[in-house]
């Protein structure tokens, strides 16, 4: 049932202890950065866990205006690989790993696939991209620990994906949310029932882009599977920071590796467990890059109370969105994630979905393509009419605003390589 029991199952008196001193050793180590140095972190003295809120946090800017090395804090000697991200919108962020840094992530990915059940007689599907993206390779190292038959086929070719799931009897695939249903789409379209043609097919590692419980569940009853969550970010390795335990009810953060913290976006205050706020996270445990306070931009909470499986690392409720996917329309918040969730309950709607924002005039607007369930037999206007107001009205009580809704064939809404592109905002204003 457990990978590492001793460190899953630590008493959290053990836990904060070794937090205290893997903390106060980060420190030790960030030092040496010529980034940490500038802030002076050494100068910090730490002598209990509650002292960390003294210390300043650590942004994306940050890491840009650190880039490319100010923030290691080793030779380069001992640094083997580095991830980032793809840098489309500016300088992109870096992250370096020592070997023993490598060890550690697999580690920690081991723990959570084996968590979820998946063990060395399993043929494992990695269906996310591998390269700078840490999805493909972090998941890769660990089920190859495990000592699973694993498949790096990456993302894309949806068909040779499908073919593969059927040849090689696919137990356990790893997946994008929006490129799950865009496999349950394909099917559709060939009028294949995966129940059938995936018969050993039994789980999904779902993460890397904001999805909501109904996603899952749709996913899930498609396959006839279990799907978990899983959490992470390339700033903390990538995947293997937080996941599902087969309760799938918040992911485990492994407290060992990163200490937690959520706060107030703009007060930066402390909140209490089972109130939202912005995720910021301390690595515990790197060699190479160290991170202090970071700020993810995640909005979430811990849930509170203990964890029926017997782990007693933290648990975090599934993320609504980051605070900059966040849309300010006519001074109303919203989140894409909300959009889906009443989208994903509405028969005859599909499985992919766009918003677009634009200015009329002087206001912002709206504009939401659905496509259609391509099992939906409509051949009446008055049909696909009612199905439009139906979405309107469900979203309008959602979201508070009237959207523009437009209806699109199965299809037609591009499905990106990587995560899904759900807003594209056009407004002038
Ligand atoms: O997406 C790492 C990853 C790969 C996680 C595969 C899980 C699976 P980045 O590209 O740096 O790294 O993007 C990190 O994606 O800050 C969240 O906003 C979002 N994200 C990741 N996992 C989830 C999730 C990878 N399960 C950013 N739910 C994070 C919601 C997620 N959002």
Redesign the pocket.
């Known amino acids: 049932m457990y990978w590492d029991k001793t460190n899953e199952c630590i008493s959290y008196d053990h836990l904060q202890g070794l937090q205290l001193q893997r903390l106060q050793d980060t420190l030790r180590r960030a030092a040496q950065s010529p980034f940490y140095k500038a802030r002076g972190i050494g100068d910090y003295a730490i002598d209990d866990l509650s002292d960390i809120k003294k210390l300043p946090l650590t942004t994306k800017q940050d890491l840009r205006d650190a880039y490319p090395y100010g923030m290691v804090c080793t030779s380069l000697d001992e640094v083997i690989r580095l991830h980032s ?1 793809s840098g489309t919108t500016g300088i992109p962020t870096v992250v370096y790993h020592s070997k023993k840094d490598i060890d550690t992530w697999t580690e920690l990915v081991t723990r959570c696939m084996y968590m979820m059940g998946v063990r060395k007689n399993d043929v494992f599907l990695n269906m ?1 991209g591998y390269g700078l ?3 493909g390779l ?2 890769h190292y660990g089920a190859e620990r495990l000592g699973c038959l694993t498949i790096p086929s990456g993302p894309g070719n949806t068909k040779r994906q499908l073919k593969f799931m059927k040849e090689f009897d696919v137990t356990v695939i ?1 997946v ?1 949310p929006s490129y799950a249903m865009h496999l349950a789409d394909t099917l559709d379209s060939m009028g294949i029932d995966p129940k059938k043609e995936f018969p050993h097919f039994k789980s999904a ?7 909501s419980e109904e996603t899952r569940k749709k996913v899930e009853d498609f396959f006839g599977i279990d799907v978990f ?7 903390m390795n ?2 293997g ?1 937080a996941f599902e335990c087969p309760e799938k009810n918040g ?1 485990h953060i492994w407290e060992d590796n990163y200490y937690v913290e959520i706060v107030n976006p703009d007060t930066l205050e402390p909140v209490p467990d089972g109130e939202q706020g912005e995720l910021v996270i301390t690595t515990l445990n790197r060699e190479a890059m160290p991170i202090i306070r970071y700020r ?3 909005l979430t909470s811990i849930l509170p109370g203990t964890c029926p499986c017997g782990r007693t690392h933290k648990r975090l409720q ?2 609504t ?2 605070s900059d ?1 966040m849309m300010i329309l006519k001074g109303v918040n919203i989140f894409p994630i909300q959009v889906e969730a009443v989208l994903i309950g509405i028969p005859g709607v599909g499985r992919n979905y766009q918003i677009i924002l634009e200015t009329k005039g002087h206001n912002d607007h709206m504009i939401v393509k659905v496509e259609l369930d391509p099992n939906m037999f409509v051949d009446e206007y008055k049909a696909l009419e009612s199905l439009r107001q139906k979405i309107v009205r469900e979203l309008r009580d959602e979201i508070l605003i009237t959207p523009e809704v437009d209806l699109c064939e199965p299809g037609s809404i591009p499905v990106a390589q990587g ?1 899904a592109v759900r807003v594209i905002d056009n407004r002038t204003l």
Not at 205 to 211: D, F, L
């Open positions: 991200s996310i993206f840490t999805g972090g998941l790893h994008i590692i779902m993460g890397a882009e904001p999805y969550n899983s959490y992470g970010l390339s700033e990538g995947p920071v992911t993810t931009k995640d599934r993320i969105g980051r996917d995560k």
